[in-house]
C-alpha cells in the first residue's frame, strides 16, 4: 500500500463524520448524563436550520453561515441536508438531518473542522469507504469512486473556506478536487446535479468528471 494511501486511511479513520459524541468546550454541558428540556438556539440561512445547544449559542452563528456556504455550494434541488444540530442536544440523525461533534476546545479551527465533518457526509464518503474497504487495503490506488466521493467533499469544503485536508490526503482526490475547482462553478453544479446521486452510493466514476 503506498504511503499516500495509508496516511489517507489514517486520516479518514480519525475524522469524525457523524457525531456520536463531543468535545467540550469550557462552558458545554456534560457529555454523557442526556439534559432534559433544553430549548436549543438555532438559526435558519440558505434554507438549513442550524441547531446547538444554548451553552454554544456564541458558536451559532459561523455554523450556521458555513452550513450555509455548503448548501450554496450544491446546485438547486439536491442538497443533501436541511438540518445540521450540535451533538449535544442528542438528536438522533436522520435523512436531511445531520448531527456533528463540535470540536470548540479548538477555538482557531473548529469551524473549518465541523465544515469538513459536514461535506463527507454530503458525497457519501462514510458509505463508500465501508463499502470498498478491503480494495482501500489491498490496492496501490484508490477505486475510482471513493476518489470521486472524497474529492467531491473537498472541494465541498474548499467552497466553504476549509482546505479540506481532514477529508483526505490520498493523491486521488486531491485530484478530483483540483479539477474540479479548475472548472467553473456553474459547471461543477450542473455535474453534480445530475452525478451527486450516484456518487453517494459509491458509484461515481472519473470519467463523468467535467
Known amino acids: 500500500m503506498s504511503a499516500t494511501i495509508a496516511a489517507s486511511a489514517v486520516v479518514l479513520a480519525l475524522a469524525p463524520l457523524v457525531a456520536t459524541g463531543a468535545v467540550a468546550t469550557h462552558r458545554a454541558p456534560h457529555l454523557v448524563a442526556r439534559e432534559q428540556g433544553v ?3 438555532c438559526r435558519t440561512a440558505g434554507g438549513v436550520r442550524t441547531c446547538v445547544h444554548p451553552a454554544r449559542a ?3 452563528p459561523v455554523l450556521s453561515a458555513a452550513a450555509a456556504e455548503l448548501a450554496s455550494a450544491l446546485p438547486p434541488g439536491v442538497v443533501a441536508f436541511r438540518e445540521v444540530d450540535d451533538s449535544t442536544l ?3 440523525p436522520a435523512p436531511g438531518r445531520l448531527v456533528i461533534a463540535l470540536q470548540g476546545h479548538d477555538r482557531s ?3 473549518d473542522i465541523a465544515v469538513q ?3 463527507p457526509e454530503l458525497t457519501g464518503v462514510s458509505t463508500c469507504r465501508n463499502e470498498r474497504m478491503g480494495e482501500l487495503y489491498q490496492s496501490d490506488r484508490l477505486p475510482d469512486s471513493v476518489a470521486v466521493a472524497q474529492g467531491g467533499a473537498i472541494w465541498l469544503a474548499r467552497a466553504a473556506g476549509a482546505d479540506g485536508r481532514m ?3 490520498a493523491d486521488e482526490s486531491v485530484q478530483v478536487a483540483d479539477r474540479l475547482d479548475a472548472r467553473p462553478e456553474d459547471q461543477v453544479k450542473s455535474y453534480l446535479s445530475w452525478a451527486l446521486p450516484g456518487i453517494v452510493e459509491c458509484q461515481g466514476e472519473l470519467t463523468g468528471l467535467p
Open 39 to 41: 430549548t436549543p438556539d
Open 58 to 60: 456564541p458558536m451559532l
Open 90 to 92: 442528542w438528536t438522533d
Open 109 to 111: 479551527r473548529w469551524r
Open 117 to 119: 465533518n459536514i461535506a
Open 167 to 169: 477529508i483526505s490526503l
